[in-house]
């Protein structure tokens, strides 16, 4: 729903136009706009009041004359307190509005804090409300965004709601649904049932749409119950199209044998704890690296999709194709920018991900000027590149990016990243003995507390509040079997726990990650006909949320947790909208 800003200015000039002494009846001229450069030149002169008023009055005028970037960047530049009242509301409808047309969910998040500070008119307030909710969702803010637009729907039933309000539940995990539950209207209780419902039923769509019914029966009247979201709609074309045998093509030998040890076991364990599948395993040695005598072969045995390769080379050749022989699930990533073989996905515990949602959940947080510290290899370049090009994307800058020698002491390279100029945060990629070096340093070199954002490789994967105490306050990101506590308030509520309790003993935590993901690649194998068929979808397992991308790369969305005591916490700021916000 959009509001248009030229109602009431017409509304205006007429009144105006009718008090003049030269009214002719019928006629209505439009007063030629005021230069916006010129306002905008007049601001700088005038007072906080004054100013504010002539920035807003010269990014309407742009954006009516198509200059629609500019007037973003000058409403986003406004000081809105300094506004009327009306003025205010006029701003943050303009503001959300460009902020989503010209693809700047932050700018929309701007605006919609006005929503906190005064009471809008009912209109106005649905329509800035609706694209807060969007807003949040792009800024992976789910649980946010679906509250806003429960919200907006509470209020107007609008049944074009379903599809946004499912895209952001379909992202929640247990605690997040929980503390939406808490919110008790009859409206989030069906969802939320819904969604649990949806999970439940896992690969087995003939299950799901035998209990919808029983559903529907409950939540009569549900906008959702009048119109299935259309992802759920859409699984109905695939009853009957099961995965009953799947072939895993992983190597029995050479450099990748131990990684491939540990992600059979994982995908060996779960489907022998039968969690809702009776599918086939064929396990084949793909280390020939000859995949279309493995296609062969997998398809001889009657396999039907193949979890494999492994080898990032292999993948890499792959994805150069136009198609593959059969639907694959890679369990790498390739070298390309994207993936163009139809039928093939790809999947793997991909480091530059989480230096992406590092990137996001400190923009989100506030900060705006970053130094990195990471490893002066190969991986570290990578990920240091993905780092900066998510940041600068969101619009933050780089302060220092330090590329640290592991054999050497943290002492200088903390300082370099500290200092000359002064960073608001510090992204940080280091395994578990380096990183504890690093915030006793940067104690030492920076004056004040340094907000501190590193990837999962610096958690060993068990407690040890004596000797990760040096990383009190880092936050970092990790897959939920790892942090059980701080992803979904303990290990009753993980994904696969029978699986989860099978294999936790491993002592390893890299080991324990890749059986994990053996766990979730079972899974997905198992909705391959899902994710072909159905853009999005989503599987909140073991390593985190997962979701297919648009090429086919599997994204994984993972909760976050702080050292507190030496000991991963929850962290308890949602994000965004502060600690006690609720859109």
């Known amino acids: 729903m959009k509001i248009s800003l030229r109602g009431p200015l017409a509304v205006a000039l007429t009144a105006l136009l009718l008090a003049g002494c030269s009214f002719q009846p019928g006629i209505i001229e439009r007063q030629p706009d005021v230069d916006p450069e010129r306002l905008l030149e007049q601001a700088a002169q005038q007072t906080p009041e004054q100013a504010a008023a002539s920035r807003l009055e010269a990014a309407d005028i742009l954006a009516r004359r198509g200059n629609r970037t500019q007037a973003l960047e000058v409403a986003k530049q406004i000081d809105d307190s300094r506004l009327k009242r009306q003025a205010r509301v006029r701003w943050a409808l303009l503001l959300s509005e460009l902020g989503e047309t010209e693809g700047d969910p932050w700018a929309v998040i701007q605006a919609g804090q006005l929503l906190d500070e005064i009471e809008l008119p009912h209109e106005a307030s649905l329509t800035l409300r609706e694209r807060l ?48 539950r808490d919110d008790g209207d009859d409206l989030t209780d069906g969802w939320i049932a819904l969604t649990e419902l949806v999970r439940s039923t896992g690969s087995d769509i003939q299950r799901l749409f035998a209990r919808l019914d029983d559903w529907r029966e409950r939540y009569r009247g549900h906008p959702a119950a009048r119109r299935l979201p259309a992802e759920i709609t859409a699984l109905s074309e695939l009853r009957g199209q099961r995965v009953d045998h799947i072939a895993v093509l992983l190597p029995e030998s050479g450099p990748l044998s131990s990684i491939a040890e540990a992600t059979r076991q994982g995908i060996r364990t779960h489907h022998l704890a039968g969690v809702d599948s009776g599918a086939q395993l064929s396990f084949i040695d793909s280390s020939s690296g000859n995949m279309e005598a493995l296609y062969q072969e997998a398809s001889a045995l009657g396999a039907q999709v193949v979890i494999g390769p492994l080898d990032k080379d292999v993948v890499s050749r792959l994805e150069q194709r136009e198609r593959v022989s059969m639907p694959t699930l890679a369990l790498n990533y390739g070298r390309s920018e994207r993936n163009r073989a139809k039928g093939l996905f790809q999947y793997g515990l991909s480091a530059e991900d989480e230096a992406r949602q590092a990137a996001q959940r400190a923009y989100g947080d506030g900060h705006r000027l970053a130094s990195l510290l990471v490893p002066n290899n190969g991986w570290g370049r990578r990920v240091g590149d993905a780092f900066t090009d998510s940041w600068q994307d969101l619009g933050g800058d780089i302060a220092n990016a330090v590329h640290y020698s592991p054999q050497a002491p943290a002492t200088e390279s903390a300082k370099r990243a500290a200092t000359n100029p002064k960073p608001d945060m510090l992204f940080l990629l280091a395994l578990p003995d380096y990183a504890r070096q690093v915030p006793p340093n940067l104690d030492y070199a920076y004056s004040g507390d340094l907000p501190i954002y590193a990837t999962s490789h610096l958690f060993e994967g068990r407690r040890q509040p004596r000797l990760d105490a040096d990383l009190n306050d880092v936050m970092f990101a990790d897959i939920p079997w790892q942090i059980p506590d701080a992803a979904v308030g303990g290990v009753e509520a993980l994904p696969f726990l029978a699986s989860y309790r099978e294999l936790r003993d491993e002592s390893d935590s890299t080991m324990f990650r890749l059986m994990a993901m053996g766990v979730d690649a079972y899974e997905l194998a198992l909705r391959m006909p899902q994710l072909q068929a159905i853009g999005g979808t989503e599987l909140f397992g073991a390593t985190g949320t997962l979701s297919a991308q648009a090429d086919g790369r599997i994204q994984r969305r993972l909760p976050w947790a702080r050292f507190v005591d030496g000991v991963p916490q929850p962290v308890l700021s949602p994000g965004v909208l502060g600690d006690d916000r609720t859109p």
């Open 133 to 180: 909710g969007l807003a949040l969702g792009e800024a992976d803010e789910p649980l946010a965004a679906a509250r806003a637009l429960l919200r907006v729907q509470a209020e107007t039933e609008r049944e074009n709601l379903n599809d946004p309000i499912w895209a952001q539940l379909s992202r929640l995990d247990r605690r997040e649904l929980g503390a939406l």
